[in-house]
């Protein structure tokens, strides 16, 4: 199946710092990824949609100016947590569709202190 | 949008044992795609299983098979020879056949006991 690298796969940091994520896709091109996020124990929360070279698509309710999501090859999505608080500590996901399934990244997990 | 129900949050089995994860969806779309994703401790998400709606026959892949009934809307997972490394939540998704946005169950938590 098609491989999609994600990184970090665990960072820390203060409130009030930002945090990017990369998300490739590494055998295949992906014009369109998604970003989840997932609670413990709970379903993945599609966070917004990401399109190589236009803007990104937003879930209602997700903060476009805290969550940017830069798209800026087939191959490289980023997630950028900007002042990062708290309540943004959680898991995110990535995910990238070819031939009609979806690949996902391992995962990231944040905790902001 | 499409609604994706899985309505057992925890089922387990034993080791050895089969078990079948239930699954049922809302759609208005004629032609679409059903998966299933599992989601082991590591949380990395893999895909386990994917049904073509216009195909009448089930899909299978090894010890995972489902049961695709279309006019029920009912898409569920069955787990033969169940192993310890099956343990895993299990996300029952769907696919529109135009669009790329895929809609996933709550899950459900599988246990395998020894």
């Known amino acids: 199946g098609a491989v999609v690298s994600q990184h970090p796969s665990r960072v820390i940091c203060k409130s009030g710092t930002s945090v990017k994520i990369e998300c490739r896709s590494l055998?295949?091109?992906?014009?369109?990824m998604f970003w989840y996020r997932q609670f413990p124990k709970q379903s993945l929360m599609l966070m917004a949609t990401s399109n190589e070279g236009s803007k990104a698509t937003y879930e209602q309710g997700v903060e476009k100016d805290k969550f940017l999501i830069n798209h800026a090859s087939l191959t490289l999505s980023t997630l950028t947590v900007t002042s990062a608080h708290p309540e943004d500590s959680s898991f995110y996901i990535c995910?990238?569709?070819?031939?009609?399934?979806?690949?996902f990244g391992s995962g990231t997990q944040l905790s902001v202190l | 949008a499409q609604t994706v129900t899985q309505s057992q949050p925890e089922m387990s089995v034993q080791e050895a044992e089969t078990v079948t994860l239930s699954c049922t969806y809302d759609?208005?779309?004629?032609?679409?795609?059903l998966f299933w994703y599992k989601q082991p401790p590591s949380r990395q998400m893999i895909l386990v299983i994917r049904q073509e709606a216009y195909k009448q026959q089930n899909a299978t892949e090894n010890r995972f098979s489902v049961n695709f009934q279309k006019a029920a809307k009912s898409f569920s997972l069955k787990i033969s020879d169940s192993q310890l490394g099956d343990a895993a939540m299990y996300f029952c998704?769907?696919?529109?056949?135009?669009?790329?946005?895929?809609?996933f169950g709550t899950g459900t938590s599988l246990t395998v006991i020894p």
């Open positions: 759609t208005s779309e004629s032609d679409y795609y």
């Open positions: 995910s990238a569709s070819i031939l009609r399934k979806l690949f």
């Open positions: 055998d295949f091109q992906a014009t369109t």
């Open positions: 998704a769907y696919r529109g056949n135009t669009g790329n946005q895929f809609y």
